[in-house]
């Protein structure tokens, strides 16, 4: 706990508040009608309000352990105006330093365009 979460692309926060399962949750609204969807924070991890526009690597929240969950994580989802989808080709291009080879843990640093350095953590099961 207490590890940031970073907007994966720039939007609008359409939710940021309790959610079944998540604990607390904050839906971010890009172009396209794209939406990103991070889980399981407490009250005191959310960092952004509804309606807040946001940047593309701007810090928005605490890695928490809210909800239906089993330890400290973040819960990160990809979903198109009609389903949820693979996030990966998304992290892929967030991150073209990792391998991205299954069952394996990566971290990556991505750096903006305003000189912001996010690192990226990721296991793929």
């Known amino acids: 706990m207490g590890h940031d979460n970073y907007a994966a692309s720039a939007g609008r926060i359409v939710n940021s508040g309790p959610a079944s399962g998540f604990g607390h949750w904050i839906v971010l609204e890009h172009a396209g009608g794209y939406r990103t969807v991070y889980g399981h924070m407490a009250p005191r991890d959310l960092l952004v309000k509804v309606g807040a526009t946001v940047t593309a690597g701007q810090l928005i ?45 990566h971290a990556c640093q991505r ?15």
């Open 61 to 105: 929240s605490r890695v928490g352990n809210g909800g239906t969950s089993t330890g400290c994580h973040l819960h990160f989802e990809v979903h198109n105006p009609n389903a949820a989808i693979d996030p990966v080709p998304f992290l892929r291009q967030a991150c073209s330093c990792i391998d991205w080879a299954f069952g394996a843990t």
């Open 111 to 125: 750096r903006d365009q305003g000189g912001l350095t996010a690192t990226l953590l990721v296991l793929l099961m």
